[in-house]
């Protein structure tokens, strides 16, 4: 998990520092969001899976993580949105 955390965060901060030098980031930004959501729902679920039934339970942080990974593969642009705009990118290219 801490792997795949810290290539999600390296995926973002080459996006943010396109956007500050001016370049084009439109797909590094997609691939930085759909990864990280990606990656925050698998942990959520590791996360679960190690509380066992208590994972579901309100009084454990868990069971909030999870619904807030789920939401984070919605907001602004579902992950099948990201990945359209990934491809559409990559195919311009060439």
Known sequence: MATQLEAAELLF???????DNHRVYEKESAMAKMYASDVAMKAAIEGV??????GFCKEYPAERHIRDAM???????TN???RVVIARQL????
């Open 13 to 19: 901060l080459r996006a943010a520092w396109m956007e």
């Open 49 to 54: 899976q190690i509380f066992g039934g208590y």
């Open 71 to 77: 939401i984070g593969q919605i907001y602004e642009g």
């Open 80 to 82: 099948e949105i990201q």
């Open 91 to 94: 195919l311009s290219l060439r």
